[in-house]
């Protein structure tokens, strides 16, 4: 269905099965929010659920909680809560840590899996993109450098480039699944194959697909996955992040962030450390309980849906950005960096301008809120779970005003946070 008018937006909204979803969140009335792709909007259930851990769980019943309000075990129910949005079964997945902290153990272990196998501890090589999350390079470089061994990345330039760089010197593949700039949707399954065809292990990165896209880690025969919370699973600012270990690897899953949480008998109090056998050998240490548990509410709201009604409507919601902006922007130089194809399309979508970062000051300052990343990219993010047919018109409205009556400062000061 094409949507030629504000009015056929509107009608759309109605009939949207999502449209419910909407109220559950709070959205300031006037406000565009198309960030949602790096900071998810608030569950008004999340301010409940705070006054509940604040005032109850941590005030009145204070030690006893961890055992009382099930403080222990939130990383793994989190997990098992999330597990069927990624297509994980259950105990495979731990709330817990940061994306890049997560990221440090999947590597170490992936290699120490593949360094303790004489069929395959030859391999030194890393490949990622260079497009990738620059946090993602940077753990895997700090742990080449720390671990010594002569391991080495090596950075593609495409998606394209992978099938002819993947080689039997490659011990990993370490790819973000959807792609932070570009929205650039990876074949989960067929490159994983790639890898595996060669001997390699494949690590994926899903900060830009939990809760946005349909991931099934499983059916691909993936090694490992590390994902994000405070992005489109709504989690709130900063909440910690996910992990993912396939039953299959879990016995031989040994990183070296050995802290207590990861012992098979934390309150054993022993000298030694001896992992646990399950999904919880990838914690480390206490958790921040309040962030942690604001994180369930964001995720009650995927048990009213599923992700194929999320993944249907984001094509929508961003065939009608894409289309509306080239046809009302024409005339102003922004060029797509997204790919039109659905097959390799997430659930943002980036347009290149060479005052990319004005012109997002410019939206945000009309309350249409999108971001700004290098280089003169200006992205915006769509989520299903409340960005409406009628925010999207109006948003390309409000760019095109801005574009052609030149209505951004060109010498704007930089904010720290883009
Ligand atoms: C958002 C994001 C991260 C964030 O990492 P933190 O450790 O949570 O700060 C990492 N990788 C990718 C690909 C991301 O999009």
Redesign the pocket.
Same mark, same amino acid.
Not at 98 to 101: C, E
């Given at each position: 269905m094409r949507l030629t008018s504000r009015n056929a937006c509107q009608t759309a909204d109605q009939l949207d099965s999502l449209h419910d979803l909407r109220k559950e969140f709070r959205l300031a009335d006037g406000m565009i929010y198309l960030d949602g792709n790096s900071l998810g909007a608030q569950p008004h259930a999340a301010m409940r659920k705070a006054q509940h851990v604040i005032e109850n769980e941590w005030g009145n019943d204070l030690i006893k909680s961890w055992n009382t309000a099930g403080w222990f075990d939130l990383p793994s129910r989190l997990g098992n809560q999330l597990a069927p949005l990624i297509g994980a079964d259950p105990n495979e997945v731990v709330v817990t840590d +940061?994306?890049?902290?997560n990221?440090f153990k999947a590597i170490a272990a992936a290699l120490d899996i593949q360094a303790r196998d004489p069929a395959t501890a030859h391999k030194k090589t890393i490949i990622t993109e260079s497009s990738?999350?620059p946090?993602?390079i940077y753990m895997a470089e700090g742990i080449t450098r720390w671990l010594d061994r002569g391991y080495h990345i090596q950075l593609i330039e495409s998606p394209e480039d992978l099938a002819t760089s993947i080689n039997d010197d490659t011990a990993l593949v370490m790819l +973000?699944h959807v792609n932070?700039r570009s929205g650039y949707l990876h074949d989960m399954q067929y490159v994983t194959a790639q890898a595996h065809q060669h001997g390699a292990m494949c690590i994926w990165?899903l900060?830009?697909s939990a809760g946005a896209v349909p991931v099934e880690l499983n059916k691909a025969n993936a090694d490992f996955a590390v994902g994000?919370c405070?992005?489109y699973l709504n989690g709130g600012p900063g909440a910690p992040?996910f992990i993912w270990v396939p039953h299959r690897h879990q016995a031989q899953f040994a990183h070296p962030l050995t802290g207590w949480w990861g012992h098979a008998a934390p309150f054993a109090m022993q000298t030694h450390f001896e992992a646990t056998p399950g999904i919880r050998r990838a914690l480390c240490g206490t958790q921040p309980i309040v962030s942690l548990a604001m994180i369930e509410s964001g995720l009650d709201l995927f048990a009213r849906t599923n992700m194929q009604t999320i993944r249907d409507k984001s094509l929508a919601l961003t065939d009608l950005f894409i289309q509306r902006v080239e046809h009302v922007c024409a005339s102003h130089q922004l060029e797509l960096v997204t790919p039109r194809s659905h097959q390799h399309r997430g659930s943002h979508v980036s347009f290149k301008h060479e005052h990319a970062y004005a012109i997002i000051q410019a939206l945000i300052a009309r309350q249409v809120i999108g971001d700004y990343r290098e280089p003169g990219i200006m992205r915006f993010g769509f989520t299903p779970l409340y960005t409406s047919f009628t925010d999207v018109w109006d948003a390309v409205e409000h760019l095109s005003d801005i574009l052609d009556k030149q209505l951004y400062d060109k010498n704007i000061q930089r904010n720290v946070v883009t």
């Open positions: +940061t994306t890049s902290i990221l990738n999350f946090t993602d +973000t932070y990165d900060a830009h994000c405070y992005k992040a």
